[in-house]
């Protein structure tokens, strides 16, 4: 294995995850919910009276942040090596996936393993798990 020294950021990584880290921990303090984006967009999909606002907003707070990021800094560049199809299919591939496993990636890797929740720390593991292979198979199998 190599590493891509070029691109290779331990700094931003680190700050990056302690700032999801920050606001998963101040959402839950402040308004006793797990950030588990899968929860919050699945709600807005069946809505609660008096529950949208915040949801609506939390999900706004995630597209408007890159946007107002890129007004001081340069966003990194995309380079997506798949198909419409491809993307589309493994959009609900983890759709299903975060159905069956009762939540997302950020809730339970986050939010739930912070919680030591063995649920989650199930979910995660196989989500890791499923990562690895799937990557496995793609890069090494069919590559």
Known sequence: MMIDWTNFTPWSSLAGGAL????????????????????VIGGLLRPVNGDVLWRVSFVAGLVVAPLLFQTSFALPAVDINAGTATLIVAGLLVGVGTRYGSGCTSGHGVCGLSRRSPRSFVATTLFMASGFVTVFIVRHLFG
């Not at 999801?20 to 839950?28: C, D, N, R, V």
């Open 20 to 39: 999801i880290g920050l606001a998963a921990t101040l959402f839950i303090l402040m308004n006793g919910r797990i950030a588990g984006i899968s929860g």
